[in-house]
């Protein structure tokens, strides 16, 4: 499998990144893992093929944009390496869309994020399927 990051890979649907956020919202599930929070939603009705991503690093931790790009090109090529294990579940029991928000005050090495980002992807990995909702059951 070749492993590339493409447009169809990423969050851009203004809609789907304001449910992401919603504060309150039910369908939305998270958890810490230093340096990262991650936020993901499962899509009952049609999932995409594969699941889109979205990184955000803080204008409020990083002040000059190229730091900030810095880490996220980081952050992005750590998950185009790893991503392979969250692709090799079924559509169903993976997340549609997932958030990776940058929470450290400092820029870390790749090492640091690599290792961080592997143990996202496998805790995404061992998610309990009762995330999922069986739309037989709702």
Do not use: W
């Amino acid at each position: 499998m070749k492993q590339t990051f493409g447009k169809n890979e990423r969050l851009c649907s203004p809609r789907i990144i304001g449910r992401l956020f919603k504060r309150g919202s039910t369908e939305i599930h998270t958890f810490y893992l230093f340096p990262f929070r991650v936020l993901y939603i499962y899509e009952t009705q049609s999932p995409p093929p594969l699941p889109q991503v979205l990184f955000s690093v803080s204008k409020k931790s990083f002040k000059k944009a190229v730091d900030r790009n810095l880490v996220r090109r980081r952050c992005k090529e750590a998950y185009r390496l790893q991503k392979e294990s969250l692709l090799s579940l079924s559509a169903e029991a993976r997340p549609s869309y997932i958030a990776f928000l940058y929470l450290a005050k400092e820029i870390t090495s790749y090492d640091v994020i690599e290792t961080a980002m592997r143990q996202t992807l496998k805790r995404l990995e061992r998610l309990p399927s009762s995330h999922q909702r069986n739309p037989s059951n709702s």
